[in-house]
């Protein structure tokens, strides 16, 4: 079992990758896209005038409200929360749309899901990159077995055709490893399919990764090693940048009596038995159901209350929570869903029934089936770095939330 193994099987608290990668030398700490501007960076017009005029245009460019990631093309990126545990995304070419990447499986799905067929043919014109894979690797040249396999290049020898050039070189340099001459490659072709995911159908659907900073393809083989390539060609990128792009998931359908929702298939769900007493302002639990979000970020209860007197929406106004600002309280329409949507962010550290928010975040949703049955929703996020995340997911959920009235 290789360390890669070992990581593919962590539970999903205890994963930190960026830590484990760190440990077994695969990277370094990534460093920032867009330039990260301390608070007191705005100076005095002389001051100004004795900067350069290359750095003038520069802060220009980095201040103007139009740079920042939407000037960039994100398209197959890989983008890697250097503020959190180095947790991984991928931005879809197909609709522009980040995916979280999670733990190495969810990631392998992933990129399969998105993955584009292509010819043995077609691929054999884009020229391949390598980097460090914890792959068995017989001959140690740097290709591991399976992918010498799949090339035609012997693993049991580092120099396939005894030209003096070890496979690697050759790969790297795209020269023929098992003969003699330069590869073909064709240019207009890899800057095509520059972040994408390609399948190889002729070859038992083994995946490539075609990085977009050099349009050369990366081999993704099992799980582990997928996972390897994407930390080792991700970019690293603020919470604050990461909150401005678009996010989406692939959906799980959890359908009860009383609603469907449709939530991240990275988190993980238990459907409780509420108490006989449960209660939430006084109406009776009836049913109730948890999910935990990967990393151990936070979690989301969905309860339905139902009682016998009619309540309105005005009960569930939550006025107070200690030390907690208020930063939204909204009443408005879902669909036909009336609904009320309140937003608490801490401005201090604080442990709520046991649970420690690091400046987090809670948020509320009450919507109304009929007088006498609700849906309460709380979620719960620890961190401050993740409360956009949150919120994005929280509003998302809201949306696709359907209600079954009986
Ligand atoms: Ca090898
Ligand atoms: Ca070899
Ligand atoms: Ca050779």
Redesign the pocket.
């Known amino acids: 079992m290789t360390k890669f193994d070992e990581i593919a099987n962590l539970p999903p608290q205890n994963f930190l990758p960026t830590f484990w990668l760190q440990k077994v030398g695969l990277r370094s700490k990534p460093s920032l896209i867009t330039p990260a501007f301390p608070k007191n960076y705005y100076m005095s017009k002389t001051k100004l005038f004795q900067l350069p005029l290359v750095v003038l245009l520069f802060l220009i460019f980095a201040l103007s409200p139009f740079n920042a990631l939407a000037a960039l093309n994100n398209s197959g990126k890989i983008f890697l929360q250097i503020e959190q545990n180095g947790e991984a995304w991928y931005a879809n070419p197909s609709d522009g749309n980040l995916y979280y990447l999670g733990r190495p499986l969810d990631a392998f799905n992933v990129m399969k899901k998105f993955g584009v067929g292509i010819s043995d043919k077609d691929i054999s014109l884009i020229p391949m990159g390598l980097i460090p894979s914890s792959a068995a690797d017989t001959?140690q040249?740097g290709?591991c077995d399976e992918l010498?396999n799949l090339l035609g290049?012997?693993?049991?020898?580092?120099?396939?055709d005894n030209d003096d050039f070890s496979?690697k070189a050759e790969i790297e340099g795209w020269h023929n490893?098992v003969g003699s001459g330069v590869l073909k490659a064709n240019k207009a072709l890899a800057e095509k399919l520059k972040g994408k995911i390609l399948i190889q159908v002729e070859k038992k659907g083994a995946g490539w990764y075609v990085n977009p900073a050099n349009a050369k393809r990366y081999y993704l083989g099992r799980p582990g090693n997928a996972f390897e390539i994407m930390y080792n060609l991700g970019i690293g990128i603020s919470n604050k940048n990461l909150a401005k792009l678009p996010i989406n998931y692939f959906k799980e359908t959890f359908k009860t009596d009383y609603y469907e929702l449709k939530y991240p298939n990275t988190w993980s769900k238990t459907v409780l038995s509420p108490a006989a007493n449960a209660a939430y302002n006084k109406i009776p639990i009836i049913h109730q159901v948890e999910f935990q979000l990967p990393s151990g970020i936070g979690y989301l209860n969905v309860n339905v209350l139902e009682g016998n007197d009619d309540h309105t929406l005005g009960d569930f106004n939550i006025s107070a929570i200690a030390k907690a600002d208020k930063l939204i309280d909204n009443n408005f329409l879902v669909g036909i869903k009336p609904a009320k949507v309140q937003k608490f962010k801490f401005p201090l550290p604080i442990t709520i029934n046991g649970k420690k928010f690091e400046r987090g975040a809670q948020f509320f949703a009450d919507i109304m089936i009929s007088t006498k049955k609700f849906i309460h929703l709380y979620f719960a996020v620890y961190n401050e770095g993740d409360i956009t995340l949150a919120e994005s997911y929280f509003n998302k959920l809201l949306k696709d939330l359907k209600l079954i009235i009986k």
Do not use: G
Not at 153 to 160: N, R, V
């Open positions: 001959d040249d290709l010498e290049t012997k693993y049991t020898s580092a120099d396939s496979d490893p």
